[in-house]
């Protein structure tokens, strides 16, 4: 258990539905992450929200729609996706200060979301 | 741009055998470098970490990296690995102003243990 809690853990949909991806952190993290893994390829970083503000936009589709609405909470909303963002989603949060502290510089993962578009 | 490259995409080892996993990187700047593993079905957990000073790290389970900042290399060791090590490893080389605030991953190293 790392204190990153992602539901739900599996989710099919079809290219027209709407869905949205929960992560919610224990931690008292104020750095959030949206990663997409697919197979055969790097971890990719998909948004970066601190202290609740969106720092990092790396070139995602407009169909991925992410928000965080706290410190704890990020959100990651789907839209007429395609098949190939079939993928699993990973959560990360990151300690951290506005002190710099190097010893909270670690980012902690959830288990991820199995997404499944047909 | 920083980038990290793990050579073995797939390790084979016998139980009890010693265990390295490579990791190459590239960064301009003193590199905060990770080690997180990946059972099946799972999110990332960290290994370990190096920031500074002691070049040779401990981890959790067991396993130790080395730093060499002359070869770019963050090596991952284990003397003796078990049936549970079997997962995927993840390199990573932290990077921005806060260290590890964006994290550059290799590509894996899936690691199979023989019985």
């Known amino acids: 258990e790392t204190g990153v809690t992602q539901t739900p853990r599996h989710l099919v949909m079809g290219m027209t539905n709407k869905k949205s991806l929960k992560c919610e952190q224990h931690l008292g993290h104020n750095a959030m992450y949206w990663y997409k893994q697919s197979a055969k390829k790097p971890l990719e970083l998909m948004f970066v929200y601190n202290f609740k503000e969106q720092t990092e936009n790396n070139s995602v589709p407009s169909r991925f729609s992410p928000e965080c609405p706290n410190s704890s909470h990020l959100f990651l909303h789907l839209h007429t996706l395609q098949p190939e963002d079939s993928a699993l989603y990973l959560c990360?949060?990151?300690?951290?200060?506005?002190?710099?502290?190097?010893?909270?510089?670690?980012?902690?993962f959830g288990a991820g979301t199995r997404l499944s578009v047909l | 741009a920083q980038s990290v490259t793990q050579p073995d995409i797939h390790i084979t080892v016998s139980e009890g055998a010693s265990l390295e996993l490579r990791c190459n990187y590239s960064y301009g700047a003193t590199p905060y470098l990770f080690w997180y593993v990946q059972s099946p079905g799972q999110g990332l957990q960290l290994l370990l970490k190096y920031f500074s000073g002691d070049t040779l790290v401990q981890g959790i389970k067991g396993f130790e990296a080395e730093f060499k900042r002359s070869q770019s290399s963050f090596n991952l060791r284990k003397p003796s690995v078990h049936w549970s090590d079997a997962a995927e490893y993840f390199c990573?080389?932290?990077?921005?102003?806060?260290?590890?605030?964006?994290?550059?991953f290799g590509q894996g190293t899936r690691l199979t243990i023989n019985p």
């Open positions: 990360a949060s990151r300690g951290g200060d506005r002190n710099h502290t190097l010893a909270k510089n670690i980012q902690y």
């Open positions: 990573a080389v932290g990077a921005g102003y806060w260290g590890a605030q964006k994290l550059v």
